[in-house]
């Protein structure tokens, strides 16, 4: 018995400093946010009141709102989409002998790049007079190439096409360990039994890493709902808010309209987002993920 | 494939030549990839500026320094509590961990900003060193590795009357290098790059980081693309250098944790 408290002492001392911080600069912040949110706090003007639920009504009369949220949907498409792509690349690559190292690191090599800077580059790429990516499109015959940022329809899409390339590296990463760990007697009786490439692809190999790829749509999605930096850096969220995401309509009503209650109001609905997705992952996943 | 690979850091190549190229060639068609003459003159201007990228990158070694090193210290303390000493209570406490991973950095910035403004760090680098100490990440990481990590090398020590601290300090971190590296580089790839918290809680252009520092450029220079390009070059330059000497390490220890997750 003296023993175990003994133990348990010492593993609260370890664990405590962390914890600490971890109480001080989440759950904290998290209850009082919690609290926030029935209240019309502003920055500018430190008297709040009560609310209760009026942040919420607001909400599901409030336009901009409605089209966070379409954004954010078109926006999450990106990562499916990179998936795939990422999948293929990985197969070719586990193959290919040659300079895997050296092609690993260049398709990883947007994920550890500063957002700022993929933000400039790609706002001079996808200029839509003059800009490289629309004098391709012009030089393969195409009169009338997309306004890319410029326009309300096409500028969500623009920022899909950037998160694309943007995450493809990690999911090849991950897709490229979990093909490793498929064993060689397997793609052996698979050769023997003469399986067509498709086949062993589309039978084998694919449901043998549908974890892996359940793991990385539910992370995937996961982070791409916290991110904003990127969007604010390219477009703030404009042109008429047609790329302003829920985690940057959440940022701009808090740091630039200093609704600091209503902002709490659209991060908790974020954060039910999140929690969906992430039931989804706990609940979901025995039905199509073969282990 | 190479050819693939190629697609992918072609904005890349082309930022860096663009950084070097006269003004009057950013746009031209075909792209010229390689410019008639350099022209330095646009990174003279990033460095030696009113607003130098050497400001930005002192604030943003400093912050991201000690930052990962209070990460990695207070993470592989945590980890070693989660993984090597059984408690009542210990896994109900890291299941509370795992469920703070959900909550969006957004339902926390008002509340931090309120808080910090209060506390008088708010507007000072203490505001991105503080938090980044404690990583959920880390905990989580490190503690996979160390369940790794046979049971009969540490119990040998306690057997011997080595207390859990010799035993963390003298025989789990020794053992742990290559894990707690994979650590150290991820985080500091995040913290070089974090833009938003710098966004959130810095104002004062003598803070800045150099995320914020880039944004400043564009701000001020928004019709200067070489600029805008030797700017976004200087920023990532020290993540380049960081992933060439890590690849392996940040490679293994994304998909360590992940496959194994």
Partial sequence: ?291 | MFGLGLLTILPFLWMIVTSVKSPSEVFVYPIKWIPDHLVWEHHVKVWTGKQSFALYYMNSLKISIVGVLGATLLSACAAYGFSRIEFRGRDALFLFYLSMMMIPPQVLFVPKFVLFDWAGIYNTHWALILPSWFSIFGVFMLRQFFIGIPREMTEAAFIDGAGHFKIFWRLMLPLSKPALATFMIIDFSWQWNDYENALVFLTDRKLYTVPLGMQNFILENNIDYNGMMAAATAGIIPMLLVFIAGQKFIIQGLSGSAVKG
């Fill in chain 1, 1 to 291: 018995m003296k023993w175990h408290r003994k133990e348990k002492i010492a593993g609260l001392l370890f664990i405590a400093p962390n914890l600490l911080g971890i109480l001080l600069f989440f759950v904290i912040p998290a209850l009082f946010s919690l609290g926030m949110m029935f209240t019309d706090y502003k920055f500018a003007n430190p008297k709040y009141h009560f609310v209760g639920l009026d942040n919420f009504k607001k909400l599901f009369t409030d336009d901009i709102f409605y089209t966070s949220l379409k954004n954010t949907t078109i926006f999450l498409a990106a990562v499916p989409v990179s998936l795939v792509i990422a999948f293929v690349i990985a197969l070719l690559l586990n193959r290919s002998v040659y300079l895997k190292g050296l092609l690993r690191a260049m398709f990883f090599m947007p994920y550890i790049t500063s957002g700022v800077a993929i933000a400039f580059v790609w706002m001079l790429l996808f200029q839509p007079t003059e800009g490289p990516v629309n004098n391709f499109l012009r030089g393969i015959g195409i009169a009338n190439p997309p306004g890319w940022f410029s326009t309300t329809d096409t500028s969500m899409y623009a920022i899909d096409i950037i998160w694309v390339w943007f995450i493809l590296g990690y999911n090849m990463i991950i897709y490229l360990a979990a093909l490793q760990e498929i064993s060689e007697e397997l793609i052996e009786a698979a050769r023997i039994d003469g399986a067509r490439k498709w086949t062993y692809i589309t039978r084998i190999v694919w449901p043998l890493v549908s974890p892996t790829t359940f793991l990385l749509l539910v992370t995937g999605l996961i982070m791409s709902l916290k991110t904003f930096g990127i969007i604010q850096a390219i477009t703030q969220g404009g042109p008429s808010n047609s790329t302003t995401i829920v985690s940057l309509y959440v940022y701009r009503t808090a740091f630039s309209y200093y609704e600091m209650g209503y902002a709490s109001a659209v991060s908790w609905v974020l954060f039910a987002i999140i929690l969906a997705i992430t039931l989804l992952q706990w609940f979901g996943q025995k039905k199509w993920v073969h282990y």
